[in-house]
C-alpha cells in the first residue's frame, strides 16, 4: 500500500505533463484525463479499504527519516477525504467534457492539465506529514487554481484573480514565517513530532503557534473575517472551475485546521474557535441573501457552510470533531453540485442572475431537480446528509453545553433554507424567461447533466451509508484527538 499512497500523488502530475503535449487533440486529452482521474479515485477508494481494515500506511520517501525526509501518512481521515476529493474532480473532469462544447466552456487544452496539476497537489497536501511539505501542497494548488482562474483573460477574471492570489500568497508568506518559527522552537517541521513537542511549549507559545497558523489556514478555508477574497472570485470563473473551488479548495483548508489543531493539542483556542464559526456562519448567510445571482448566492454559502465544520472543531470532543468530519465529507459533494447546477442554469438561459431567469421548473425540470435536492441538503432538511451531519453537531454541542453556537447553528440554518428559497422562486418558479442564447446540443446537456446526476447521488449516499459512515468519522476523531495512534505510526 505504500506504492499507491505515493501514486495518488504522482500519477496525477505525470498525467498532467502528458496530457499537456496532447491539449489539442480533444479525444486524446480528455480520455486521457478522465483515465488519469478514474485511476486515482480507484487508487483512493483501495487504500480507504486497507486503511481502515489493517491501519495507518506510512511512505518515508527515499527511506528517510521522519526527522530528515518527506513523509507521506494515510490514516483513515487522510484517506476517506481522498476518496470523496477524487471522486469530485473526475465527476467535475466529465461536466467539463459537456461544457466545453457550450459558449461557456473552459479552454480544455488549459483545464485538462491544470485540473490534474490540481488533483495532485490536493492529494499532497490531504498526505503530507509535515509543515514544508504542506506549504509546498499549498503552493502547487495555488498556482494551478491561479491558471484555472484567469486563463480565459477576462477583465472581471483578472481582477478578482488578482485579489485571490494577493490575498492567498500574503498567506502563504505568513505560512513559511510560521514553518520557520515552529522550526526554531521546537528543531522540527514534523507533524507527528509536533505533535509530541509543541505541548511541551510553555502555554502562551502554544497559543500563540495555533493563533498564527488560524490565520494561515483561516484563510485558506475562507473563515470570518478572513473570507473576502472568496465572493468576488468565484463567480467569475467558468462552471467547471468554480464546482472544483467550492467543493474542495476550502474544504482542504479545513481537513489542515483538523488535523493541525487535534495533533497539537490546541483545544485551548476552542472558544476562539466557536465564537469564528459563529460568525462565518451568520455573516456567510447574510452575505448570500442580500445577493441576486445564483453563482454569488452560493458563494457566500461556501463561507457560511465552513462554519459549522469549525464549529464542530472548536468542542474538541470526539462527537463534535465526528461531526465537523462528516459535514465536510457532505459538503464536498453538496457545493459541487449545486455550482454544477449553477453551470446548467447558465447554460440554458446565458445568465444566472435571477431577475433575468424562470420557470425552469417547467422548461428545464432535470436542473430542477438536481437544484433542489443539494439545495435541501445544505439548508439541513431530513432525510438529507445535510439534515444527518448538523444533527450530529447540534447534538455534540449541546452535550458540552454550548447552547449559544447551537442557536447560532440553526438560525443559520433557517437562513439558508431562506435563501434556498429565493433562489427557486427566482429561478425556477414563474413564467417561462425566453433563453438569450443558443441551445447547447442535446449530447453536451446530456454529458453536463449526467454528470451533476453523479454528484447528486453522491451527495444522497452519504444519507444512505451514514451508519456506515459515523462510527468512521468517530473512529477518527477519537484517534485524532488520541495523536498517538498517528504519531506511533510515523515514528515506529
Request: hydrophobic share 60%; with cysteine; proline share 4%.
Amino acid at each position: 500500500m505504500t506504492a499507491v499512497v505515493g501514486l495518488i500523488v504522482i500519477v496525477p502530475l505525470l498525467a498532467a505533463a502528458v496530457v499537456l503535449g496532447f491539449r489539442h487533440r480533444a479525444a486524446v486529452r480528455d480520455v486521457l484525463t478522465l483515465s488519469a482521474m478514474a485511476a486515482t479515485t480507484a487508487m483512493a477508494a483501495t487504500l480507504l479499504v486497507a486503511v481502515d481494515r489493517d491501519g495507518t500506511v506510512v511512505l518515508r520517501v527515499g527511506g528517510w527519516a521522519p526527522e530528515l525526509g518527506i513523509v507521506l501518512v494515510a490514516d483513515l481521515f487522510a484517506a476517506l477525504i481522498l476518496l470523496v476529493a477524487s471522486a469530485t474532480i473526475l465527476v467535475v473532469e466529465l461536466f467539463a467534457i459537456g461544457q466545453r462544447r457550450t459558449p461557456a466552456g473552459a479552454d480544455p487544452a488549459v483545464v485538462s492539465p491544470i485540473l490534474l496539476v490540481l488533483a495532485g497537489g490536493v492529494g499532497l497536501a490531504i498526505l503530507t506529514g509535515d509543515l514544508f511539505t504542506l506549504f509546498v501542497a499549498f503552493e502547487l494548488i495555488l498556482v494551478a487554481s491561479y491558471v484555472l482562474l484567469t486563463h480565459q483573460g477576462r477583465a472581471a477574471q483578472i481582477r478578482s484573480g488578482m485579489t485571490y492570489v494577493v490575498i492567498n500568497l500574503f498567506a502563504s508568506t505568513l505560512f513559511l514565517f510560521g514553518v520557520a518559527i515552529v522550526y526554531a522552537a521546537t528543531g522540527t517541521v514534523n507533524l507527528a513530532l509536533l505533535a509530541e513537542r509543541i505541548p511541551e511549549l510553555p502555554a502562551a507559545t502554544q497559543v500563540g503557534i495555533g493563533l498564527w497558523f488560524l490565520v494561515v489556514f483561516g484563510t485558506k478555508a475562507a473563515i470570518f473575517p478572513l473570507f473576502s477574497w472568496l465572493p468576488d472570485s468565484y463567480p467569475t470563473a467558468p462552471t467547471t472551475i468554480t464546482a472544483v473551488f467550492a467543493g474542495l479548495l476550502t474544504k482542504i483548508g479545513v481537513y489542515v485546521l483538523i488535523r493541525f489543531f487535534t495533533l497539537m493539542e490546541l483545544d485551548e483556542l476552542g472558544p476562539v474557535l466557536l465564537v469564528v464559526a459563529g460568525l462565518t456562519m451568520i455573516i456567510g448567510v447574510l452575505g448570500a441573501l442580500a445577493q441576486d445571482d445564483v453563482k454569488r448566492i452560493l458563494s457566500f454559502h461556501v463561507v457560511s457552510q465552513i462554519g459549522y465544520m469549525i464549529m464542530g472543531l472548536g468542542f474538541f470532543t470526539v462527537a463534535g470533531v465526528a461531526g465537523a468530519v462528516l459535514f465536510l465529507v457532505h459538503q464536498i459533494p453538496v457545493k459541487t453540485v449545486m455550482f454544477l447546477a449553477g453551470g446548467l442554469i447558465e447554460d440554458d438561459q446565458g445568465t444566472s442572475a435571477l431577475n433575468k431567469v424562470g420557470g425552469l421548473a417547467t422548461s428545464k425540470p432535470v436542473i430542477a431537480v438536481l437544484f433542489a435536492l443539494p439545495a435541501l441538503s445544505l439548508a439541513g432538511l431530513p432525510p438529507f446528509s445535510g439534515f444527518v451531519a448538523k444533527l450530529a453537531l447540534v447534538d455534540a454541542g449541546m452535550a458540552t453545553g454550548a447552547y449559544v453556537i447551537v442557536a447560532v447553528s440553526l438560525v443559520a440554518s433557517i437562513l439558508t433554507l431562506l435563501s434556498m428559497t429565493k433562489i427557486w422562486i427566482g429561478a425556477f418558479w414563474g413564467d417561462v424567461t425566453p433563453s438569450a442564447v443558443p441551445a447547447s446540443s442535446r449530447r453536451s446537456v446530456t454529458v453536463m447533466e449526467a454528470a451533476a446526476g453523479l454528484a447528486v447521488a453522491g451527495t444522497i449516499a452519504v444519507a444512505v451509508f451514514a451508519g456506515v459512515l459515523w462510527p468512521m468519522c468517530e473512529e477518527i476523531a477519537t484517534d485524532l484527538l488520541a495523536r498517538g495512534p498517528y504519531v506511533k505510526a510515523v515514528l515506529g
